[in-house]
Structures are given as C-alpha cells and as structure tokens.
C-alpha cells in the first residue's frame, strides 16, 4: 500500500467531525492495509493512522527536520518503505550516528511527495491530530475486519498493543483474536480514567454503589508474579523490574503464587506524605531500594484465577484479602455524593492529587477512557503572557501553534515556564496566528517571537521544578482555557507565584 493513501486518509479523517464518518474512512484504509496479508504492513499503517511510530522512539526531534529536501513529484513510497525508513533513523547510533541519521531522513523525505513529508513530520513531532486516538482505531478494525467491537476491544486488553491486534484481526478474523488471553508475565493495557469537573458529575457518570479511590501523583504499574518470578511494567508496559528493586521485595513477600495487580509507585517524605511527581520519576530511574513504595488498587489475577470480567464489587475484596493494607490505595466505598465529596476532601488534605470514582459494576476495561472510572482533580490556573509561538505541522500547518508561554518576574521582564498546544481549537488558532504576528519582533522558519502583551488563561496539574527553564520550575500538563484581552501583562501572574507551588 502506498503511504501517500495513508497521508490522504489522514487529511480526510481530520476533515470529518462525526465519529462513524472517521471510522468508514479508517475502516477503508485498514481494508487496504489487509489486502496483502503482511503482518508488517498491518503494523506500520495501523500505528501510522493512529498518530504514532511503530519504532516508537527514534532518536529524532523537529530540530532533525530542519532543511528537507524538495518533495517528491510522484508517490512512489509504500507503508513498509516507511516503516524501514525510521528503523534504519532509530537504529543509528555511536560514533557518527548523527551523521548517518541525517542522510537516512534526507533520503526518507527526499522519496515523499509534500503530502507525505507533512504527515512524516507530524508522525515525528506527535503532532498528528486527526481525531484516530485508539478507540476510534480499535472500532474502524471491528468494522474493517467485520468483527464485533467487543472482540477488538477484548484482544487489546488482553494483548496491550493495537497493531498486534489489528494483525490478528486482519489476517485471521475473530478466531484469530480468541487466541488473546491473560498471560502472567505479559502485560495488557491498563483501565483508564475519563475526567469530571467535580464529584458531583463523576458520580453521575459511575453510578452508585462507587468507589472514591485516591488518585495518586506516582508512576502507574502493573505487576506480574508467576512463583518467584516477578516482573513490573509502565503504563506504556515498558519492563520496569530493573528500576523497581523494593517493588519486587515487597510483592514477594505476597502469600500467593500468583498475581496480577494494578497500581502507583510513589515517593514519599519522611512524614509519608506523597513527594511531587517529579521525584517520583528520578528515583524511578536509579535502581536503588527503598527510593519507592508500590500502593495497589485492582487486581486482575490471582492463584490461577482471572477477574478482568469481574466487577469492582468483586475484584476489590478478592485485592483486600491478597494485599495488606499499607500496600493500597485508599478507598472509601459510598453510596452518594454527599459521601464521595467528604472522600474527596480527604485524599486532598492527605497531599494527593484528586481522586478516581469507580463504578462497583463496571469491568476491567480495555485501555480506554470509558464512565467505568472517573477522575476529579482541582483544576489550577495561572494568568501567564505568551512569548512566543511555533508554527504547526501536520493538521495545523499554516497556524502558529505552540506557545512559550512566561511568568511575569517582579523584577522586570517576563520567566519562560514551558510551553502548550494543547487546549486550542481552530477558532482560537486562526485568531493567535493574526494576532501574534501583528505583536512580532521576530521571526524565522519555525518560531515567531512577540512582544509580551497578550496574557492567556492556562489550567495545569501541577508545577515541577527545572532545569530546561531559566526561572527552574515548569508547568504539567498545560493546556489553554482562554485568552484574558481583559488583562495586560502587568496583571499576569508572577514567577514566586508559581514557585509557591512547589511547597
């Protein structure tokens, strides 16, 4: 299949608003992935239509992008010269390797046509916003491959990656994806949570009975104990066992032969009270033990038994009785809002980040953002004046995009805390992208830099400190509620402001 198919059903996709409208076009693409029965084909086109690479990593950022060469006049790549292409850019390395990196991006783009080399570009950078995340994705396979949705969604549970789904479901139909099935030692793709605005909504959405889980600011695990072999994995299932030495004591010493549990590694003050993400995620790294504590909240699997079908209402006691206390997440069981919101109240008051409502009926579900969990956080805000912004690619090529957004400094001038594209839609990129330039003091092929005057609301999850900004902390998670023409930059917010935050 040619890429350049892929790169036009990407625009289309883009183009349409309504869901069953995305899905019959990426059902069409998968269709033609299929045709030929290659399982690398079906992998690197389906993570392609899904805004990511296969390689996942490759060394290469947009400061590689820069000087490409003229397109190609005539497609003439196909999804698995693609593929080949960024195996060959992630597998330089040592001495020279950027050299090396550079004449294979340069011959990569060089065969693409302008088409292509946008959605090359956008592949790279992340920045392919089409509207395919994975659910979308997991229901043109249903359709593609004429399926129910519920076998799709079993089998990326159950396998934790959608290409290999989409392999499976491709090449061998519905029998091909009963052969998923929860393997010890494998991991699969974790539930996830929608958000609400309050505790009022959230238990809306769930229902009650629920449970008011404190939702912990750690580093989302899975572990796997088959006797006395242990293994912790990533959100993204990345092997973590390396890095996690107390993790793996701790769940040895478990009455149970074997084990599946889902859960938070988190750092801790002396008092016990959670420690800012941020170092969280360095001791993650050092392969030290006693840096991280292990708090479970579900478990999938115990002694020969599988519970993803089960319920809450039955997984919950069955991880009571295989976890002590102090190795789980604490949980308040309420029948309404009245009761969820004192849960609330608490987790913040203990230094947690919020908390996750969980429906006593609902399943494991497949790594989807469904109604079964629900999020709450309290939302922070800062008034801050953008500094600069870049142009976009991909989708958003033609608008400036993402944002440097700056503290004001009381001492004069202004504290670059990061920067966001996230938040913006096409009303508000049309408008930043005249508005910027008419505040430009200068320009060039990627960045425009502005006169610090237009100050833009921006909702965050949190602060950590920095090297990479001159003021040391940064925003997490910054997206953008509005722009305050209200305001001037006198009235943003201050840099010891955002410091404050880190206490």
């Not at 290469?60 to 999804?79: H, I, N």
């Not at 996690?244 to 801790?268: F, K």
């Not at 800012?276 to 030290?288: D, G, I, K, L, N």
């Amino acid at each position: 299949m040619l890429f350049a198919d892929l790169a036009a059903t990407s625009v289309a996709v883009a183009a349409t608003s309504g869901r069953k409208a995305k899905i019959d076009l990426l059902a069409q693409a998968l269709r033609l992935l299929g045709e030929r029965g290659d399982p690398e084909e079906i992998a690197a086109g389906s993570a392609y239509l899904s805004g990511e690479l296969r390689q996942r990593q490759i060394g290469l950022g947009w400061a590689g992008l820069r000087d490409l060469p003229a397109a190609a006049p005539v497609a003439t790549l196909s999804v698995v010269d693609v593929d080949r292409g960024f195996a060959r850019i992630g597998a330089a390395s040592g001495q020279g390797s950027q050299a090396r990196r550079r004449v294979e991006v340069q011959a990569l783009f060089g065969a693409a046509t302008a088409g292509e080399q946008k959605m090359l570009s956008a592949l790279v950078g992340g920045e392919l916003r089409q509207g395919a995340q994975a659910g979308l994705l997991a229901d043109a396979i249903a359709v593609a491959a004429g399926v129910a949705p519920v076998a799709i969604r079993r089998a990326l549970l159950l396998s934790g990656d959608l290409k290999t789904v989409a392999v499976a479901a491709l090449t061998g139909g519905e029998p091909a994806l009963t052969g998923f099935s929860l393997s010890v030692g494998r991991p699969i793709a974790p539930m996830l949570a929608q958000s609400a605005p309050d505790i009022e909504a959230a238990i809306e959405a769930t229902g009650v009975p629920a449970a008011v889980d404190a939702k912990l600011d750690g580093v989302r695990i899975q572990v796997h104990r088959d006797g006395e072999e242990i293994a912790v994995f990533s959100r993204s299932l990345d092997d973590l066992t390396s890095r996690m030495p107390e993790i793996v004591a701790a769940v040895r010493e478990l009455r149970v032969r074997s084990v599946v549990l889902d859960g938070e590694a988190l750092a801790l003050d002396p008092a016990g009270r959670p420690l800012p993400f941020q170092e969280t995620a360095s001791r993650a790294t050092r392969r030290e033990s006693g840096l991280l504590k292990a708090f479970f909240f579900d478990l999938l699997h115990v002694d020969g038994a599988d519970l993803i079908d089960e319920p809450g209402a039955q997984r919950w006691p069955a991880l009571d009785l295989t976890v002590p206390e102090g190795m789980r997440v604490s949980r308040t069981i309420v029948q309404d809002p009245a009761q969820a919101a004192l849960a609330y109240r608490a987790a913040l008051d203990a230094g947690q980040e919020g908390v996750v409502v969980k429906s006593a009926r609902a399943a494991y579900d497949v790594g989807r953002r469904g109604s079964g969990w629900v999020k709450v956080k309290p939302r922070h805000t800062l008034d801050l004046v953008i500094l600069a912004a870049e142009w976009g690619h991909g989708r958003r090529s033609g608008w400036l995009s993402n944002l440097h957004l700056g503290a004001r400094d009381p001492q004069g001038g202004f504290v670059m805390l990061g920067k966001t594209f996230k938040g913006l839609t096409d009303k508000m990129l049309t408008w930043q992208t005249e508005r910027l330039q008419q505040l430009a003091v200068e320009r060039n092929d990627w960045v425009v830099t502005v006169r610090p005057e237009l100050v833009v609301e921006i909702a965050f999850d949190g602060v950590q400190r920095s090297s990479r900004y001159p003021g040391g902390v940064a925003l997490r998670f910054a997206r953008v509620l509005r722009y305050r023409e209200d305001k001037g930059a006198a009235e943003a917010d201050t840099v010891d402001a955002v410091r404050a935050l880190l206490m």
